[in-house]
């Protein structure tokens, strides 16, 4: 049995076609886990789609299984993606998924503050993040 496993903010994205079913968070056991603020996207995916699914003790919020692209430009083939293929589009889905309760998550992927706003955005990324207090 497992306490406290964290699944913050990650950034899932999956283009083969396949009718797998997905499950981003299946905590059965344990207590304090937590669960929130994750983007998926599957574009080809045909499969049951469950970000979260908990039957032990888990927050969770703000997770989001899109269903158009919110990356700022479509994804390159595999093998050819950068961490920056993944940076969200203005008007993305994903934007402000989560306020409040947010454990442990200061920064984005790319060293961007997520404290500059009252809500963050679900993936690894944070739209418009700037430098935080301090780094300047």
Known sequence: TGSEI?????????DEATGDSFELCGFV?????????NL???????????????S????????LFATSNPFMSAPPDRGQTLPASFQLAAASTAK????????????DFAGGCRAATTTI?????????VACAGDM
């Open 96 to 107: 402000d998924r989560l306020s409040g309760g947010v454990r442990d998550i200061v920064t």
């Open 56 to 63: 032990g003790s888990a927050a969770t919020g703000g997770n």
């Open 29 to 37: 056991e344990g207590t304090g886990h937590v669960c929130q603020g």
């Open 121 to 129: 955005d679900a993936g690894a990324w944070e739209q418009g993040a």
């Open 6 to 14: 964290v699944v913050q903010n990650n950034t899932v994205y999956y």
């Open 40 to 54: 998926v996207w599957r574009p080809s995916d045909v499969g049951a789609r469950t970000v979260e699914l908990s």
